[in-house]
């Protein structure tokens, strides 16, 4: 992981970025992803990394996931779809060096390697709370919508 300075505020770089803003799309290294086994994976992904600083249950992930389906076709679908991101964000054969978490009861990100435009969004914007629109915008690279 690597700290970064742009003026006075501080960022995190993991070795994994997701992109929300604009599209899903997660940055390992030199590799782009921005297609997912499903629509039910990439929602997955995104959900999780919204919410980066929590472990979330299996039987809520299931839930939301469930559309129609019987609950044990969605917990299929759940460990079908968690397979598929743990294969696709994974550098090497180690756990360890799975941004990842899965245990019995709870799956979430692990923070310490991933980052997300959302927080740098979240923390660009606590630290600098009068800075004007124009700034911000600049700061991204973002042109006036």
């Known amino acids: 992981m690597q700290v970064f300075q742009r003026g006075r505020v501080e960022f995190i770089l993991a070795w994994c970025r997701i992109e929300l803003l604009g599209g899903l799309k997660v940055r390992i290294n030199d590799r782009v992803i921005t297609r997912f086994r499903t629509g039910k994976t990439a929602s997955l992904q995104a959900y999780l990394a919204y919410h980066l600083d ?3 249950h299996r039987d809520l992930l299931t839930e939301m996931l ?3 389906s019987e609950p044990e ?9 968690l397979s598929s991101l743990k294969h696709q964000l994974t550098l090497s054969e180690s756990v360890f060096e799975c941004p ?3 245990d019995r ?3 979430g990100l692990r923070a310490e390697l991933v980052t997300t435009d959302v927080t740098g969004f979240e923390v660009f914007f606590k630290k600098t709370p009068k800075c004007p ?6 700061f991204f690279g973002l042109r006036r919508l």
């Open 54 to 56: 929590h472990r979330h």
């Open 66 to 68: 469930r559309g129609d």
């Open 73 to 81: 076709q969605a917990l299929n679908s759940l460990n079908k779809a």
């Open 100 to 102: 990842i978490h899965v």
């Open 105 to 107: 009861f709870y799956v």
């Open 133 to 138: 629109a124009r700034k911000r915008r600049e």
